[in-house]
């Protein structure tokens, strides 16, 4: 009987160890099961999920390119800005008026290698400007009642710049202009009022007239860039609106634009 037992008891315990480790066999095979699972998940939710695109740009096309250098070998240069000029707008007028007006300038620059004609320029230029100017005191009453009445100027120049020391940044140039000068002196003349003489024997502004005048001297150009600059120029002028010649000053600033090659 007790060797019944035992043996019944040892089958028992047996069982019991066979049970839990099918149990845990089982769970382990489940764990493992459900790790595979969960993995496969990841990797297809990862291969599923659209990856972030950089737009990447190469190395060598974000480089800033270098500015071309200033070789001063063009063949045509234009020049525009605005102009300020004094002026004595009557031979016998006690003061001097200031005028403001533009400037147009195109230079043709000589091609050769000779020393000389390499750094000459012919050009063409316009020259517009006008102003008020003081009168005799007698203009102010009748029948005119003027003190400050406008004057313009249209002129028309030929000549050249020789071009000096440049480099890079500067370049500085000389040049001398010829030409006519046409003046309107009775613009503020009215219908119905005394003409010339009498206008301007009163006012003591001339008669309408075109007369020779000079533009002499130089200018300094900042360049920006091969063929962008800015000019500075300012000039000794030299009228013969009168009995004789006479000076004044000018200076005009603006933009140069070079073009062509030589």
């Known amino acids: 009987m007790l060797r019944l037992k035992t043996i019944g008891a040892w089958k028992l315990t047996g069982a019991r160890r066979t049970g839990q480790r099918a149990f845990f066999g089982v769970l382990a095979t489940g764990l493992l099961m459900t790790g595979a699972t969960w993995s496969r998940a ?30 001063y070998d063009n063949k045509y240069e ?17 003061q001097r008026m200031n005028m ?23 050009g063409a230029e316009y020259r517009g400007e006008a102003g008020t100017t003081p009168v005799f005191g007698q203009a102010q009453g009748l029948p005119y009642n003027l003190s400050r009445p406008l004057v313009y100027m249209n002129m028309g120049l030929l000549g050249a ?12 140039n000389y ?6 000068a046409h003046g309107t002196f009775d613009d503020d003349l009215r219908p119905g009022q005394p003409g010339q003489p009498t206008f301007s024997q009163i006012t003591g502004l001339y008669t309408n007239r075109t007369k020779p005048i000079a533009a002499l001297g130089g200018s300094i150009d900042i360049n920006r860039s091969k063929n962008w600059a800015i000019r500075l120029s ?6 013969h609106f009168g009995t004789e010649t006479r000076e004044f000053f000018a200076i005009s600033g603006g933009v140069v634009y070079r073009m062509g090659k030589r």
Not at 43 to 66: E, G, H, Y
Not at 107 to 114: A, E, I, V
Not at 161 to 172: H, M, S
Request: charged share 5%.
């Open 42 to 71: 990841q990797a297809t939710s990862s291969s599923a999920t659209p990856q972030a695109t950089q737009n990447t740009v190469p190395i060598s096309n974000t480089k800033i390119a270098l500015a071309a250098p200033v070789t």
């Open 78 to 94: 234009f020049y525009v800005g605005i102009n300020f000029m004094n002026f004595q707008a009557g031979q016998s007028l006690p």
């Open 100 to 122: 403001g007006g533009g400037e147009f300038l195109a230079t043709y620059w000589l091609p050769g290698d000779h020393w000389f004609t390499n750094h000459v320029g012919v």
């Open 161 to 172: 710049q020789y071009r000096g020391p440049k480099n890079q940044y500067v370049a500085i």
């Open 175 to 180: 040049h001398a202009y010829g030409g006519v």
């Open 234 to 239: 300012p000039d000794l002028i030299l009228e």
